[in-house]
């Protein structure tokens, strides 16, 4: 990835908006921090707790970052506590992969049960590399951002009117879905441990309770390594990562689409207050290379992290319709029942509410158009001509590597791929055996 800087990517932009400057005199200009007076959050401080709580869980694993803290000195040092817990993290979760496909390679059978879990063990792999990678240049990707927002973050333009302040909405929405996440996988651990003493009811072992639960839960484990408490519970840590990481990318494209919906917001409250009323060709120039300068930068982050958008989309959609799969089988216990119809809702409801959210920076980029067309004729120039020619013709979606961009109608496209799915099974599932009364092993 390139590490140019971020100013000299866009010489001519940089040069009507601004007396040239480097990021370095840029950066160093700008108050940090949410205590800079009258200025707007800026995304950079508005992820710091966000990143925090990936790095709890071994993700992001970036030092020198903080609410106040320079972009550009944000870095990923090779032999820092985070890195190592990383990796470490990583060649777990890696090991679980292999351990499992020869596992599967050993059975009679193949199904959506053993499909599903090798997916989920991938793509989680897939994901902690993803973010491992992204860190490596996040000092780039912020630095880009961080100049491109500066003008939005003092006058003429002004925090939307009547919103949450920006780090709050971001802690807001962050924290709000990784508590129902935790709230998830608590649920999980209960049904697990009420299954497994279901099991030992019908089939009395000599081992004990917590080796009969490592052996339903991670069978896998136990037919090459011999179990010891130790090794269970590190693989139970590992798989709370897991599952964490599962949840957290969702919560990332979020925040991240949370940043770039604000400037467009921002950008057409600011020709609101115009209120149709004639402005100077300096005016109009300089709203024009604003707009310009927001689309440019929807096209970096566009280019950066549409793979974790295609495949985030794509394992909310696969795990959407295995759960649908697995609805029309009784459960063994009322906790079990609990738990699973609690992860449905909120797989559902985190799949969609990530595609809401991204697709509202498309939403928020249209809407200048339509402010702009409330303009009276006689107040129109060449500049204003050229920021409405802008306005409409500018792609300003991310997307899942350009096979598709997310906009509002994609959401309408996959309810309906739901809905038609789960109409199909009711005529062809057939019913999973219960194993909570298999004393085979």
């Given at each position: 990835?390139?590490?140019?800087?971020?100013?000299?990517?866009?010489?001519?932009?940089?040069?009507?908006?601004?007396?040239?400057?480097?990021?370095?005199?840029?950066?160093?200009?700008?108050?940090?921090?949410?205590?800079?007076?009258?200025?707007?959050?800026?995304?950079?401080e508005?992820?710091?707790?966000?990143?925090?709580?990936?790095?709890?869980?071994?993700?992001?694993?970036?030092?020198?970052?903080?609410?106040?803290?320079?972009?550009?000195?944000?870095?990923?040092?090779?032999?820092?506590?985070?890195?190592?817990?990383?990796?470490?993290?990583?060649?777990?979760?890696?090991?679980?992969?292999?351990?499992?496909?020869a596992?599967?390679?050993?059975?009679?059978s193949?199904?959506?049960?053993?499909?599903?879990?090798?997916?989920?063990?991938?793509?989680?792999?897939?994901?902690?590399?993803?973010?491992?990678?992204?860190?490596?240049?996040?000092?780039?990707?912020?630095?880009?951002?961080?100049?491109?927002?500066?003008?939005?973050?003092s006058?003429?333009?002004?925090?939307?009117?009547?919103?949450?302040?920006?780090?709050?909405?971001?802690h807001?929405?962050?924290?709000?879905?990784?508590?129902?996440?935790?709230?998830?996988?608590?649920?999980?651990?209960?049904?697990?441990?009420?299954?497994?003493?279901?099991?030992?009811?019908?089939?009395?072992?000599?081992?004990?309770?917590?080796?009969?639960?490592?052996?339903?839960?991670?069978?896998y484990?136990?037919?090459?390594?011999?179990?010891?408490?130790?090794?269970?519970?590190?693989i139970?840590?590992?798989?709370?990562?897991?599952?964490?990481?599962?949840?957290?990318?969702?919560?990332?494209?979020?925040?991240?689409?949370?940043?770039?919906?604000?400037?467009f917001?921002?950008?057409?409250?600011?020709?609101e207050?115009?209120?149709?009323?004639?402005?100077?060709?300096?005016?109009?120039?300089?709203?024009?290379?604003?707009?310009?300068?927001?689309?440019?930068?929807?096209?970096?982050?566009?280019e950066?992290?549409?793979?974790?958008?295609?495949?985030?989309?794509?394992?909310?959609?696969?795990?959407?319709?295995?759960?649908?799969?697995?609805?029309?089988?009784?459960?063994?216990?009322?906790?079990?029942?609990?738990?699973?119809?609690?992860?449905?809702?909120?797989?559902?409801?985190?799949c969609?509410?990530?595609?809401?959210?991204?697709s509202?920076?498309?939403?928020?980029?249209?809407?200048?158009?339509?402010?702009?067309?409330?303009f009276?004729?006689s107040?129109?120039?060449?500049?204003?001509?050229?920021?409405?020619?802008?306005?409409?013709?500018?792609?300003?979606?991310?997307?899942?590597?350009?096979?598709?961009?997310?906009?509002?109608?994609?959401?309408?496209?996959?309810a309906?791929?739901?809905?038609?799915?789960?109409?199909?099974?009711?005529?062809?599932?057939?019913?999973?055996?219960?194993?909570?009364k298999?004393?085979?092993?």
């Open positions: 990835m390139s590490t140019m800087n971020p100013m000299e990517r866009y010489p001519s932009t940089r040069s009507l908006t601004r007396p040239p400057s480097t990021p370095s005199t840029a950066l160093a200009e700008e108050p940090t921090g949410k205590g800079a007076k009258g200025r707007e959050c800026s995304i950079h508005a992820l710091a707790a966000v990143i925090f709580m990936g790095q709890l869980f071994s993700l992001m694993p970036i030092t020198g970052y903080g609410p106040a803290s320079d972009p550009r000195t944000v870095t990923i040092r090779y032999r820092s506590v985070r890195f190592v817990y990383g990796m470490v993290t990583l060649f777990l979760m890696l090991s679980l992969v292999v351990m499992l496909c596992y599967t390679v050993d059975q009679t193949f199904g959506v049960q053993q499909a599903s879990s090798l997916v989920y063990y991938v793509i989680i792999v897939f994901f902690m590399v993803e973010l491992m990678l992204l860190a490596r240049n996040w000092s780039h990707i912020m630095g880009r951002w961080y100049v491109d927002e500066l003008p939005f973050r006058e003429p333009y002004q925090p939307p009117a009547g919103r949450l302040p920006f780090h709050r909405k971001v807001l929405i962050a924290f709000g879905v990784m508590f129902f996440a935790f709230l998830e996988d608590t649920l999980n651990f209960l049904s697990a441990y009420r299954l497994n003493e279901l099991h030992i009811r019908y089939c009395p072992h000599r081992s004990g309770f917590w080796k009969n639960f490592f052996h339903r839960e991670h069978p484990v136990l037919r090459i390594i011999p179990y010891h408490a130790v090794l269970g519970w590190t139970e840590l590992t798989m709370r990562i897991a599952k964490f990481t599962w949840h957290y990318v969702d919560v990332f494209i979020i925040c991240l689409s949370l940043g770039l919906q604000r400037r917001v921002q950008f057409n409250e600011r020709l207050r115009l209120d149709g009323q004639p402005q100077s060709q300096s005016v109009w120039r300089g709203l024009r290379l604003d707009f310009v300068r927001l689309s440019e930068l929807v096209a970096f982050v566009d950066r992290f549409s793979k974790l958008i295609l495949f985030s989309c794509a394992n909310d959609m696969f795990f959407i319709t295995v759960q649908l799969f697995n609805s029309f089988d009784l459960k063994p216990t009322t906790v079990t029942t609990v738990y699973f119809w609690y992860s449905l809702g909120f797989l559902i409801c985190r969609f509410l990530m595609l809401f959210v991204v509202s920076v498309s939403r928020a980029s249209e809407r200048p158009l339509e402010t702009l067309r409330r009276p004729s107040n129109w120039n060449l500049d204003l001509r050229r920021l409405c020619d802008a306005v409409a013709t500018s792609e300003n979606a991310l997307s899942g590597k350009r096979f598709f961009f997310v906009r509002r109608p994609l959401i309408l496209a996959m309906g791929t739901i809905i038609t799915y789960e109409l199909v099974l009711l005529d062809q599932v057939k019913k999973i055996p219960d194993t909570t298999d004393c085979t092993f």
